[in-house]
């Protein structure tokens, strides 16, 4: 080839060369530790979930999956869980008290939280149950602390499980709650939930 058409190819594809290698060369800018405050993207997989709630409850994993199955459906993926436990009582109207830890994706370690309500419903007596609450939309830890009024017709129960849906502004909480815990989808009320227990259910 002769030498004044070997230096015009080799100009012609030098950009495309560079190009090409400054491309490959480009890095994911780098945005550092995740926020104190949960992202839209920053939120747990079915498959945590199924495996988390499956731990807490001691039931199989396709028990767990068959009772999340319609919350992802109706929700999505949550950005983090309440794991606690609670007693309530009712004779027509009833109360309920409870604790846990709550636990935000991408955020190290968990917050105590407590919840007490009044609810009315076709149910008496007292029990004693676990609660895995699914928390969704929470991008300000502070939101958590107010009251959470019932999503009428949310509850549900499948594979001995009860779950239903509390909503205030934008944020959804969905207890899910086994065994003698059913009792919660009988009744409408609402709870709410502070940084430190509080005895007055009003």
């Known amino acids: 080839m002769?030498?004044?058409k070997l230096c015009l190819g080799l100009a012609l594809a030098a950009p495309l060369v560079?190009?090409?290698?400054?491309?490959q060369?480009?890095?994911?800018p780098d945005y550092g530790q995740p926020s104190p405050y949960q992202s839209e993207i920053d939120t747990y997989s079915r498959d945590e979930i199924v495996e988390a709630t499956?731990?807490?409850?001691g039931v199989t994993a396709e028990a767990a999956a068959s009772a999340l199955e319609r919350v992802f459906s109706d929700l999505g993926r949550p950005v983090g869980y309440i794991a606690g436990e609670e007693v309530s009582g009712a004779a027509g109207v009833g109360l309920r008290y409870g604790e846990g830890y709550l636990t935000l994706k991408g955020q190290p370690g968990s917050q105590k939280v407590y919840w007490t309500g009044p609810s009315i419903g076709f149910d008496a007596g007292g029990n004693a149950s676990r609660v895995f609450t699914l928390v969704y939309n929470l991008n300000d830890v502070d939101r958590l602390y107010q009251r959470f009024p019932g999503?009428?017709?949310?509850a549900y129960f499948v594979a001995g499980m009860g779950v239903n849906y509390q909503r205030a502004d934008d944020i959804t909480l969905a207890p899910i709650r086994s065994g003698v815990g059913l009792r919660a989808g009988a009744n409408v009320?609402?709870?709410a939930y502070s940084r430190e227990r509080n005895w007055l259910p009003f």
């Open 25 to 28: 060369g480009a890095r994911e």
């Open 54 to 57: 499956s731990d807490f409850f």
């Open 189 to 191: 009320g609402y709870l």
């Open 18 to 23: 560079l190009g090409a290698c400054a491309s």
């Open 151 to 154: 999503v009428d017709g949310s």
């Open 2 to 4: 002769p030498f004044a």
